[in-house]
């Protein structure tokens, strides 16, 4: 993997931050300028694209077309795998259509629209895994109790909850990009159009957005981090007094997947984020690599197998 060219981390001076005010376009980071792997690096992305997504709409299929499995957890299952359809549908393209084209280049415009879907589908991914979490906490502990406390009024409210909280995290982050003034450059330490990165070449001060983004990272992460740790030290607690081993092998079965795929979207997810605001600090011209990783899309294959509730 090549460098991009070295992006300065001072502010240009007045008369080019007023150049750099009004941009109309961005600079991605190259994969590779080797011409012979362009071939194999456009198999791999369009390959782990097309694994995803097939893999993803097979689920929504299976789900859609067995009435046994129209139950919360499967209806909530669908809409994460909808989500992470969408999700690396806002990435993928572009980085193929970048790499064929041999062009790093992205329109404010453009960079701006990819960066509210990918807002929007990962934070609506993470309270998925969330409101998941809280239905396996229910059909594990209150088992009895599950169809009265999981009902389609409930389901249906908490879908419309997640909905109205990605949408304002979205218009967050875009109020804060929209405010940026001027640009320490146009140069994009990653593959796509990270919000976290946006952020970070803006030539203002970046206390009070800083202060934001720890405040968002706390509401959209620590929040439902901690709701999930409830969630299974409840689970955990449950099926630690089930008698036969048979019981509780089939009582964590059906959340194991769920929560290796919630410990790995989490964590690249902070990792990305708030790495970013304190590790941001490429030196000597250096491109800073911290969330190069987080152009590769969630192995979500870790859920594509759906266990049988056990309540």
């Excluded at 806002?90 to 064929?100: D, S, Y």
């Excluded at 320490?184 to 796509?192: A, Q, T, V």
């Excluded at 934001?212 to 689970?235: C, E, M, N, Q, T």
Aim: aromatic share 10%; with cysteine; glycine share 6%.
């Amino acid at each position: 993997m090549t460098q991009q060219r070295s992006s300065t981390t001072q502010c240009p001076s007045n008369i080019q931050a007023q150049n750099l005010t009004h941009v109309s376009e961005f600079h991605l980071m190259s994969l590779s300028e080797d011409p012979d792997l362009q071939p194999i690096l456009i198999g791999l992305f369009l390959c782990m694209y097309l694994v995803t997504v097939l893999g993803n709409l097979l689920i929504i299929l299976a789900v859609s077309s067995d009435s046994h499995l129209h139950t919360p957890m499967y209806f909530f299952l669908s809409l994460l795998s909808l989500a992470d359809i969408s999700f690396i549908s806002t990435t993928v393209p572009q980085i193929l259509m970048n790499i064929q084209t041999h062009s790093r280049v992205i329109s404010y415009v453009g960079c701006l629209t990819q960066m509210s879907l990918l807002t929007i589908f990962v934070c609506m991914d993470d309270k998925l895994l969330t409101v998941m979490a809280y239905d396996r906490f229910v059909a594990i502990c209150h088992p009895l109790h599950y169809p009265v406390i999981m009902n389609p009024p409930l389901c249906g409210y908490l879908v419309l909850v997640t909905l109205l909280l990605t949408l304002l995290d979205s218009q967050l982050h875009n109020l804060m990009i929209l405010q940026i003034t001027s640009f320490k450059n146009m140069d994009i330490s990653s593959f796509f159009c990270d919000p976290s990165q946006l952020l970070n070449l803006s030539c203002s001060d970046t206390y009070s957005n800083k202060i934001v983004r720890y405040f968002l990272g706390a509401f959209y992460g620590l929040f439902p981090i901690s709701g999930i740790i409830f969630s299974y030290y409840k689970i955990i607690s449950s099926i630690l007094r089930i008698l036969s081993s048979g019981g509780k092998y089939k009582a964590f079965s059906t959340c194991g997947s769920h929560l290796a795929v919630v410990c790995l979207f989490l964590g690249t997810g902070f990792e990305v984020y708030l790495g970013s605001v304190l590790w941001h600090s490429p030196r000597n011209g250096a491109v800073d690599f911290s969330d190069v990783h987080c152009g590769h899309p969630q192995a979500e294959p870790l859920h594509l197998q759906p266990e049988e509730q056990g309540h």
